[in-house]
Nanobody
Framework: QVQLVESGGGLVQAGGSLTLSCAASGSIFSVNTMGWYRQAPGRQRELVATITSGKSTTYAGPVKGRFTISRDTAKNTAYLQMNSLKSDDSAVYYC?????????????WGQGTQVTVSS
């Protein structure tokens, strides 16, 4: 089986920074796209950023220029560097990976990590 474990969430003041990590473990042949999503109370889960196996990145408009997604392919790990945090960034952040195993591509989610930005 495959497990995604996230870390790095917490409480930070507006204007501060946090770095999230997400490590995949288990029976993995390769990881295609890695992504970060977030969900605030009463809102739908939304895309934050993605990075392909070729390290092409995409960002949601509200985080562009403030957040940076990266990956360590050898470690099957994704990172999200978050700078200039705002109260609107408060949410549970979820890691998502498209993992190739046993001849197919499967989508996996992490358990979520809480990010709270105080104003």
């Amino acid at each position: 089986q495959v497990q995604l474990v996230e870390s790095g969430g917490g409480l930070v003041q507006a204007g501060g920074s946090l770095t999230l990590s997400c490590a995949a473990s288990g029976s993995i042949f390769s990881v295609n796209t890695m992504g970060w999503y977030r969900q605030a109370p009463g809102r739908q889960r939304e895309l934050v950023a993605t990075i392909t196996s070729g390290k092409s990145t995409t960002y949601a408009g509200p985080v562009k220029g403030r957040f940076t997604i990266s990956r360590d392919t050898a470690k099957n790990t994704a990172y999200l560097q978050m700078n200039s945090l705002k109260s609107d960034d408060s949410a549970v952040y979820y890691c998502n990976m498209q993992i190739f195993r046993a001849g197919n591509v499967y989508q996996y989610w992490g358990q979520g990590t809480q990010v709270t930005v105080s104003s």
